[in-house]
């Protein structure tokens, strides 16, 4: 069975930094993208970020320059280093994988890990 669990959240202030990571198990067959989006409350789960199978990044516009996403696929890890941290980044950040499996990908997704950030 997939799992997925988030590391790395807390409080800081504003300017500060935080490095996320997920770690991934029950792995199989491997995983095509990872990403990390985030929720804060009252609003919709929005993309932070996400990084595929080689390499390549996409951001949200509000973390761009920010927020770096990297990953290691030996060991299904994905990090998520923030910077310049704001308060509105305040929020639940949830992992995500879409894992390969012998019939179609598969979208799990972490139990979140929050990140609060103090003006």
Not at 7 to 30: D, E, P, T
Not at 34 to 44: F, L
Not at 114 to 119: L, T
């Amino acid at each position: 069975q997939v799992q997925l669990v988030e590391s790395g959240g807390g409080l800081v202030q504003a300017g500060g930094s935080l490095r996320l990571s997920c770690a991934a198990s029950g792995i199989i067959f491997g995983i095509n993208d990872m990403g990390w989006y985030r929720q804060a409350p009252g609003k919709q789960r929005e993309l932070a970020a996400t990084i595929s199978r080689g390499g390549s990044t996409n951001y949200g516009d509000s973390v761009k320059g920010r927020f770096t996403i990297s990953r290691d696929n030996a060991k299904n890890m994905v990090y998520l280093q923030m910077t310049s941290l704001k308060p509105e980044d305040t929020a639940v950040y949830y992992c995500n994988a879409q894992v390969v499996t012998r019939i179609a990908p598969l979208s799990s997704w972490g139990q979140g890990t929050q990140v609060i950030v103090s003006s």
